[in-house]
Structures are given as structure tokens and as C-alpha cells.
Nanobody, 112 residues
Framework: QVQPVESGGGLVQAGGSLRLSCAAS????????MDWYRQAPGKQREWVAS???????NYAASVKGRFNISRDYTKNTVYLQMNSLKPEDTAVYYC??????WGQGTQVTVSS
């Protein structure tokens, strides 16, 4: 199994939207949970959202109502739709699979 690969980061103005993608291993994707984390400069990495193998979703309080996690079993991909972005959402966003493998991260920068 290879590590997940994130994409979709970029620079956006406050109030805007971005969609992150995480391509995971096809061998076991359908039977594992997936998580998104983020790490802002000078801060510890924090959990953002998770989706179980059957699609149950959970969110950190700071993003609930603004972010939506989903998964496409046909593409072995997990998405993080981020709406109403705030400058404090600026961070490197990481995908992690249930086996503990991390992606390389994708930078999200929200300007005020």
C-alpha cells in the first residue's frame, strides 16, 4: 500500500471555497476510514474531519457547518469541500488513512 496523495490546495480570499482531494490505495480503500488533518505555522497538527468506511462523518467544531468530507469508492478518493474559508483556516492539510499512512500535505492559504 502506498501513501495517500493530496491535491487541490491554493490561495483563496476569505469567504471563498476550495476542494481538496486525497487519492488513496485501491487495495483497501473501501474498508478503511480516512481523516483530514491540518497544521498551521507554529501550531500542532490538528484533526479536521473523518469519514468511516460506510460514510459516517465527523468534524472538528472549528469547521463544522463549513467543511464537508466525502468519499468516492470508484475513484479511491476522499474529498474535503471547504466553504466560507477564514484566514485561520490557513494551514497545510494532510490526509491520513486508517493504517496510519500520511500524505505529503497540500498548502491552503486564506487571505483576509
Amino acid at each position: 500500500q502506498v501513501q495517500p496523495v493530496e491535491s487541490g490546495g491554493g490561495l483563496v480570499q476569505a469567504g471563498g471555497s476550495l476542494r481538496l482531494s486525497c487519492a488513496a490505495s485501491g487495495i483497501i480503500f473501501s474498508i478503511i476510514a480516512m481523516d483530514w488533518y491540518r497544521q498551521a505555522p507554529g501550531k500542532q497538527r490538528e484533526w479536521v474531519a473523518s469519514i468511516s468506511r460506510v460514510g459516517v462523518r465527523n468534524y472538528a467544531a472549528s469547521v463544522k457547518g463549513r467543511f464537508n468530507i466525502s468519499r468516492d469508492y470508484t475513484k479511491n478518493t476522499v474529498y474535503l469541500q471547504m466553504n466560507s474559508l477564514k484566514p485561520e483556516d490557513t494551514a497545510v492539510y494532510y490526509c491520513r488513512d486508517e493504517t496510519g499512512k500520511w500524505g505529503q500535505g497540500t498548502q491552503v492559504t486564506v487571505s483576509s
